[in-house]
């Protein structure tokens, strides 16, 4: 895989399972990203957070509407990335109405998270297949 555009890409991980955020981790650095931090909770990561003058370029989230909402409210220009098994259309568009850049299903394809963050790290969107017809109408629905 390319990774000499992936090099500048700081992403942060913040998931309570410490075997799927290793995970996560080994493949993003494998895919040559930077991993900024990773924490096991929304208030893990605003301690790692507070008084740091960067943010990381992209933000996951696995599946914590709370640690979504907390790090949007004091850092609204992070593009958080959810990461889920839920596709059902109300926990999406509860994601979608904190702020989330982004939401991707959980086992899908594992190249979709590398995907994603290369979107957001450019400012873009990125939702999966399985949930962008909710995403498309909640944005519709906003303008």
């Known amino acids: 895989m390319d990774t000499a555009n992936n090099n ?48 990381p370029d992209v933000c996951i ?34 994601m979608l109405k904190t702020g989330v850049s982004g939401y991707i299903l959980k086992f899908a394809d594992p190249d979709e998270m590398i995907t994603a963050v290369k979107a957001l790290s450019e400012n873009r969107k990125y939702f999966s297949v399985g949930i962008s017809g909710i995403a498309m109408e909640y944005f519709v629905q906003q303008s």
Not at 25 to 54: C, H, I, M, P, R
Not at 72 to 91: F, R, T
Request: charged share 25%.
């Open 61 to 94: 989230i696995e599946e914590n509407l709370e640690a979504a909402k907390v790090l949007l409210e004091i850092y609204p220009d992070l593009k958080v990335l959810i990461s889920s098994m839920n596709d059902n259309e109300e926990n999406v568009t509860d």
């Open 8 to 55: 500048s890409i700081q992403v942060a991980i913040v998931d309570n399972n410490v075997q799927l955020r290793d995970n996560s981790v080994k493949q993003l650095e494998n895919s040559g990203f930077t991993v900024f931090f990773q924490a096991g909770s929304g208030q893990d990561a605003l301690q790692k957070l507070k008084g740091n003058n960067n943010l």
